[in-house]
T-cell receptor, first 118, second 112 residues
């Protein structure tokens, strides 16, 4: 079974600064997807960024980028120019890309609470 | 707003009562997932529907839990004889052909 580990329960950053959230995962599969989701307090979970394991290029979405190290099974999220609205719980998630009985369910890490200081 | 809706948003019930939650996915999405999230933790998978067929159930889904998706549209999750340990946020997500799941706002269940 796959596992996802987020070793930083809490992180903080000053507004306009850069912060990196860590995620490691364990799998024996070669084809999969990795995601970062953001869950603001009492609000809906939304997708921040997605990475396909077969792609060597790191995904980027505006101020959000990832550092995907497949051999090390590491998938960190970098937030540049942090804004107050970035404050939330961030979850790293894994999804098998194979068929069979995986059906695309997500396996989540424990989450990292990000605080942004003005 | 992701386009996935869930009702009710909050439910308070007494131990032993039955509760039912509803999820309305994005209309063109044929894949629907239920997850449970306890305070300060990541969501855990409960069950998966492809159209109206329930294809996977987690061992977390005890026999007190049942889920349906009639006609492959909305889905319901029922918990019978609720226990205090059932208190959690119940999340629904839907997915089309792409890999991304879109989550609803969740139903927060409190069992007294």
């Amino acid at each position: 079974a796959q596992t996802v580990t987020q070793s930083q329960p809490e992180m903080s950053v000053q507004e306009a600064e850069t912060v990196t959230l860590s995620c490691t995962y364990d799998t024996s599969e070669s084809d999969y997807y990795l995601f970062w989701y953001k869950q603001p307090p009492s609000r809906q979970m939304i997708l921040v960024i997605r990475q396909e394991a077969y792609k060597q290029q790191n995904a980027t979405e505006n101020r959000f980028s990832v550092n995907f190290q497949k051999a090390a099974k590491s998938f960190s999220l970098k937030i540049s120019d942090s804004q107050l609205g970035d404050a939330a719980m961030y979850f790293c998630a894994y999804r098998s890309a194979g068929g069979g009985t995986s059906y695309g369910k997500l396996t989540f890490g424990q989450g990292t609470i990000l605080t942004v200081h003005p | 707003d992701t386009g996935v809706s869930q009702n009710p948003r909050h439910k308070i019930t007494k131990r032993g009562q039955n509760v039912t939650f509803r999820c309305d996915p994005i209309s063109e999405h044929n894949r629907l997932y239920w997850y449970r999230q306890t305070l300060g933790q990541g969501p855990e998978f409960l069950t998966y529907f492809q159209n109206e067929a329930q294809l996977e159930k987690s061992r977390l889904l005890s026999d007190r839990f049942s889920a349906e998706r009639p006609k492959g549209s909305f889905s319901t999750l029922e918990i019978q004889r609720t226990e205090q340990g059932d208190s959690a946020m119940y999340l629904c997500a839907s997915r089309g052909l792409a890999s991304t799941q879109y989550f609803g706002p969740g139903t927060r269940l409190t069992v007294l």
